[in-house]
C-alpha cells in the first residue's frame, strides 16, 4: 500500500532563518506531488504541484520554492522565513490520471515563524 | 480568485441529527468534487466524491449531491456522531488539471 511521509511535525524558526520540509511517497512510482498550506482560519493553498522530476509548477508567487530531486520526494525550501510564512504546511500526492484527482495527504508540519 | 466557496464557517448539530454542509463553485469546468475531513494537527483524509455525470454518491452515513445547473453541492451526513466533528472541506477539479481547489472549510461540531 501507498503512504506518505512528512517532517518535522512541528516546527519554530526565527524571521529570516531557511527552510527546508521534506516529503517522501512509497508504493507508488511517478506521483502527482503537491504542496499545500493551510494558514491560520483559512482553507487549503496549493503553493506547488509537480508531475515529474524537476518538473515544478508554482501556483502563488512567494517567498518559498520547491524541488523535486527523485521521483518520490518533494523537498519545501526558503532561503529567509518571513513572519507570514507561519502556517500548517501538507505534502499530498496522486496518481498520473490527469484527471478526477484524489490527493493523500501527509500528516502535515506546524510551522512557526518567530 | 476562490471558485470553491464553503460560506458556512461552523456548523453545530446534536448527536443523531443530519449535519449538512454546502458548497459552490464558479469554474464550470469543474468536473469532479470531493469531501475531505481533518483532525486538528493532521492532514486531511478523503472522504467521499462525486463525478458531473452523476447528481448523487451515498457511501454509509455519507451522501453528496451535486446540482450542475447551481453549482452547488452538498454532504450530508445521517445520523451525525461525535467523531464527525472535525473541518471539513470541499475541492474541485477539472478533467486534463492535475490540481484540486479547495474551499475555506466549515467546522463541524457534534453535540452530545
Known amino acids: 500500500s501507498q503512504t506518505i511521509h512528512q517532517w518535522p511535525a512541528t516546527l519554530v524558526q526565527p524571521v529570516g532563518s531557511p527552510l527546508s520540509l521534506e516529503c517522501t511517497v512509497e508504493?507508488?512510482?511517478?506521483?502527482?506531488l503537491y504542496w499545500y498550506r493551510q494558514a491560520a482560519g483559512r482553507g487549503l493553498q496549493l503553493l506547488f504541484y509537480?508531475?515529474?522530476?524537476?518538473?515544478i509548477s508554482s501556483e502563488v508567487p512567494q517567498n518559498l520554492s520547491a524541488s523535486r530531486p527523485q521521483d518520490r520526494q518533494f523537498i519545501l525550501s526558503s532561503k529567509k522565513l518571513l513572519l507570514s510564512d507561519s502556517g500548517f504546511y501538507l505534502c499530498?500526492?496522486?496518481?498520473?490520471?490527469?484527471?478526477?484527482?484524489?490527493?493523500?495527504f501527509g500528516s502535515g508540519t506546524q510551522l512557526s515563524v518567530l | 480568485d476562490q471558485q470553491v466557496k464553503q460560506n458556512s464557517p461552523s456548523l453545530s448539530v446534536q448527536e443523531g441529527r443530519i449535519s449538512i454542509l454546502n458548497c459552490d463553485y464558479t469554474?464550470?469546468?469543474?468536473?469532479?468534487f470531493l469531501w475531505y475531513k481533518k483532525y486538528p494537527a493532521e492532514g486531511p483524509t478523503f472522504l467521499i466524491s462525486?463525478?458531473?455525470?452523476?447528481d448523487k454518491n451515498e457511501d454509509g452515513r455519507f451522501t453528496v449531491f451535486l446540482n450542475k445547473s447551481a453549482k452547488h453541492l452538498s454532504l450530508h451526513i445521517v445520523p451525525s456522531q461525535p467523531g464527525d466533528s472535525a473541518v471539513y472541506f470541499c475541492?474541485?477539479?477539472?478533467?486534463?488539471?492535475?490540481?484540486?481547489?479547495f474551499g475555506a472549510g466549515t467546522t463541524v461540531t457534534v453535540r452530545a
Open positions: 475541492a474541485a477539479s477539472a478533467h486534463g488539471d492535475y490540481k484540486l481547489s
Open positions: 499530498a500526492w496522486s496518481s498520473q490520471t490527469g484527471g478526477g484527482e484524489k490527493l493523500f
Open positions: 469554474n464550470s469546468m469543474f468536473d469532479y
Open positions: 508504493g507508488t512510482s511517478n506521483p502527482n
Open positions: 462525486i463525478s458531473s455525470i452523476k
Open positions: 509537480s508531475v515529474g522530476i524537476g518538473q
